[in-house]
């Protein structure tokens, strides 16, 4: 795995050239990608910021959640929504993710395909927000918890990698976005990037109403 990403270590000739190229090459990919994700989905991210802000102003909570390095975007999206715009509006946000009592709970005395359907079981009501997070789009947890809100009557919001997996397939979320990469790394940058603007786009509209 680290000849791949890195195919100059173990050579014994690594340089610092080396490094430096790498590390420009990776930079480069990355700011390409964002920047097509950006043109390609802009549309869609102002639908969804349009949806996101009508329910959040109608009294809605958003719920985010993942797993691995998206669950840590997952809660890296609920502070964000936490966070005061411009106009000083925080929005309602929680992560499915940062309890681990709850998780390990979950996980272990019930199946752990079920922590995030669960939680949203529970806490979750029509009109609420539901952001799911993954990059290859097929974790099962993430699927049973879209599938919850849906039930739910929540607006379901999807974050996926390379084809969308089968949250593209199964058309579980009402707003998809997938970014065209095989990466992990590139998705998961694009992701952020795509969320950040959704958010930016959410706050423009709430200081509108």
């Known amino acids: 795995m680290t000849g791949t990403l890195y195919p100059f270590l173990g050579t014994g000739q690594v340089t610092v050239e080396d490094v430096t190229r790498s590390t420009v090459e990776k930079a480069g990919e990355s700011l390409a990608l964002r920047l097509q994700v950006l043109e390609r989905l802009g549309p869609a991210l102002a639908a969804c910021a349009a949806a996101l802000a009508e329910a959040l102003r109608s009294g809605g909570r958003l719920f ?104 593209a397939a199964e058309g579980l979320a009402d707003h998809l976005f997938v970014i065209p990469s095989s990466s992990v790394h590139r998705i998961q940058e694009a992701q952020t990037t795509a969320c950040h603007v959704l958010w930016e786009l959410v706050q423009r509209s709430a200081a509108e109403a």
């Open 64 to 167: 985010s959640f993942g797993n691995g390095g998206s669950s840590t975007d997952a809660q890296s999206v609920a502070q964000l929504f936490l966070t005061p715009g411009k106009d000083g509006r925080s929005l309602p946000a929680m992560s499915l993710t940062g309890d681990a009592a709850l998780l390990t709970a979950l996980g272990n005395d019930v199946d752990f395909d079920v922590i995030f359907a669960r939680q949203l079981a529970a806490l979750g009501h029509p009109g609420d927000v539901a952001v799911a997070l993954s990059t290859s789009g097929g974790s099962a947890n993430v699927l049973r918890g879209l599938e919850e809100a849906r039930r739910r009557g929540m607006v379901t919001v999807g974050f996926a990698g390379s084809g969308g997996g089968r949250m």
